[in-house]
């Protein structure tokens, strides 16, 4: 299912703030994009034009997504016709967000925007450092973090500036449409996973992925299909055409631990998750590739989960 994704658009809108989320999104193959704003057409910060903008409307169906992207020099821009606008229109339909009928997301400033629109009130968030003290003084009722490259709290996210709203519209690829997916739009648009410092660690499916060797890649995904299996060491690198002791030392060498350890890390994720569903310890170990729940245990006690 399509999930409706809408734009947010002022004038002096920064440029990746928009158009990097959107490939994100676009390239998942799983959202549906639409721009809105106060105005048909507006500049951006490298001087680009934006036109087809859709006026701000009544509303928004049910589960949409709403990102607002930053704007350069946001002292000033926020306080235009335009902007003030946008921010009314974001009162008005503030119930929306607090009762997660719609999901926020604000890129960079875009935080502003949001703070004085009263929509982070309760909240924690981030913002770009150069605009936190503004922040603070403009929605005093948010528990803004520092140093985060992204913030989830309940429906509402919030990113640093520019290439992180990048990694935050990763993160919902993998939280909305699955880490297969997200890792695979990494992969296109060759770029790095990163965390949020708030935000829980990101799972073995998308973690170690930070590096660009094909093979590696590819043997990445074969123990991520069925981390349950045996898959020993000789099978895996046939399999990437590559001799055993070959793969051990690119696959230390890019992803920074062993083949096994990788291939643990999976099944303790697949054994968590079939736990949290009720399964069991014993059926849970099993059930990933584990042969009791005693060596369940020690790999938990190896990895201190």
């Known amino acids: 299912m399509m999930r409706d994704v809408y734009f947010l658009v002022l004038p002096h809108v920064m440029s990746l703030d928009l158009t990097g989320p959107a490939e994100v999104l676009t390239l998942s193959g799983a959202f549906r994009l639409h721009y809105i704003g106060p105005q048909p057409e507006v500049p951006t910060s490298t001087g680009m034009t934006i036109s087809r903008i859709a006026p701000l409307p009544a509303t928004l169906p049910s589960d949409s997504i709403l990102i607002i992207a930053g704007v350069t020099d946001s002292r000033h821009q926020l306080d235009s016709a335009p902007a003030l606008e946008a921010r009314r229109w974001l009162q008005d339909h503030r119930s929306s967000f607090q ?32 605009v936190m003290e503004r922040l603070r003084q403009q929605a005093p009722g948010a528990l803004i973090k520092d140093n985060r490259i992204f913030v989830e709290d309940r429906g509402v996210f919030t990113s640093a500036g520019i290439t992180a709203g990048i990694d935050l519209a990763l993160y919902m690829v993998s939280l909305y449409v699955g880490p297969q997916q997200a890792m695979s739009v990494a992969r296109e648009m060759v770029v790095y996973f990163r965390r949020g410092g708030d935000d829980p660690q990101l799972s073995p499916w998308l973690r170690y992925r930070n590096h660009l060797h094909p093979a590696i890649h590819r043997a990445q995904d074969i123990l991520a299909h069925e981390p349950e299996a045996e898959w020993p060491l000789e099978q895996l690198a046939r399999q ?7 793969l051990t030392r690119l696959f230390r060498e890019h992803v920074g631990i062993s083949v096994r350890e990788y291939h643990e890390q999976l099944r303790l994720t697949v054994a968590r998750q079939r736990i949290q569903q009720g399964l069991g310890i014993e059926k849970s170990a099993l059930a990933a590739g584990f042969s009791s729940s005693r060596q369940l245990r020690r790999a938990q006690e190896r990895w201190q989960v």
């Open 99 to 130: 009762d997660m009928s719609w999901t926020l997301v604000c890129i960079c400033s875009g935080a502003l925007l949001a703070g004085r629109a009263g929509l982070l009130d309760g909240y924690r968030c981030t913002t770009h450092h150069d």
């Open 240 to 246: 990437v055409f590559m001799s055993s002791r070959h």
